[in-house]
């Protein structure tokens, strides 16, 4: 038996004047983005704003239906539709933000396992890890430099892409 491991890092900040002018302005994208969340149901507003490679911001934010399953998280509505408009496009960096109608985000809120999933594909092909940088309403912010460290082992067929 061998034990396989991986090591996962997180920078944290308490503050956005601490981050450089582009991660600071991705953030700020990232909370204007909540304001086309459509969360009726859950009350919980996700905004989403990438850097592609090209210099273009896109941004997401989640999406809502009555048949709860039918809805989409903000990051993959913002990855989504930066892979059809870009298909080609590195992501360079996604910032992500949480509001809530009847609580303070005090913490970052890190991306579902689906999500995470999702964007590890995109990353994968593009072989360039995506910075992360994650805030709530307030609190600290934390900054990984890649999906890998909120996603050590995810979900691979190597033979479809051999
Ligand atoms: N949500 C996101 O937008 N991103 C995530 O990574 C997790 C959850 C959304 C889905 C739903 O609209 C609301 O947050 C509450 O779960």
């Known amino acids: 038996m061998i034990e396989i491991r991986k090591e996962s890092r997180l920078e944290q900040y308490t503050s956005v004047t601490e981050l450089s002018v582009n991660d600071a302005q991705l953030l700020e994208k990232a909370k204007q983005a909540l304001q086309g969340s459509y969360a009726p149901y859950s009350k919980f507003n996700v905004g989403c704003a990438l850097l592609l490679a090209n210099g273009k911001t896109i941004t997401g934010s989640n999406q809502e239906n009555i048949a709860y399953p039918s809805g989409l998280c903000a990051e993959r509505v913002a990855v989504f539709y930066a892979g059809s408009q870009f298909p080609n496009v590195p992501i360079i960096a ?66 479809l892409h051999s």
């Not at 949480?98 to 689906?114: D, L």
């Open 94 to 159: 996604m910032a992500i933000t949480a509001h809530a109608k009847t609580f303070t985000i005090e913490q970052p809120v890190m991306s579902c396992g689906a999500c995470l999933q999702s964007i590890s594909e995109y990353e994968r092909r593009q072989g360039e890890p995506i910075r992360v940088i994650l805030q709530g309403e307030t609190g600290p912010i934390y900054i990984a430099n890649g999906l890998h460290h909120f996603m050590p082992f995810m979900f691979w067929q190597q033979e």
